[in-house]
């Protein structure tokens, strides 16, 4: 493959995630905008955001709110909005 069918692979690649961040912006709630706001604007590295993504397995789903990924790592991050105190552990089904 020639160098130009790799940048427009880059290109369509790098568009296509856009527009799925963006559409998955439109479901998500005011604190999971927010921190997909400042994660884009915070960090300085070369880094990739994948936002509200639903991985299905075995006849079921489930949503990441986001996915980092960056030269550091990759951190999935579950976003929150409640304001006040929160009980459970780690081992608990159910937080309240």
């Not at 604190?31 to 300085?44: D, F, H, P, R, T």
């Not at 639903?54 to 999935?76: A, C, Y």
Request: aromatic letters at 8%.
């Amino acid at each position: 493959m020639n160098i130009i069918s790799v940048i427009i692979i880059i290109v369509v690649i790098t568009i296509i995630i856009k527009q799925a961040n963006q559409k998955s912006q439109k479901g998500s709630n005011n604190a999971e905008i927010k921190v997909s706001n400042y994660l884009g604007k915070s960090i300085i590295d070369e880094k990739y955001i994948l936002n509200n993504l639903v991985i299905f397995i075995n006849n079921s789903s489930t949503e990441i709110d986001h996915v980092l990924i960056s030269k550091k790592g990759v951190f999935v991050i579950e976003t929150k909005g409640h304001m006040g105190h929160i009980y459970g552990s780690e081992d608990d089904f159910n937080w309240s």
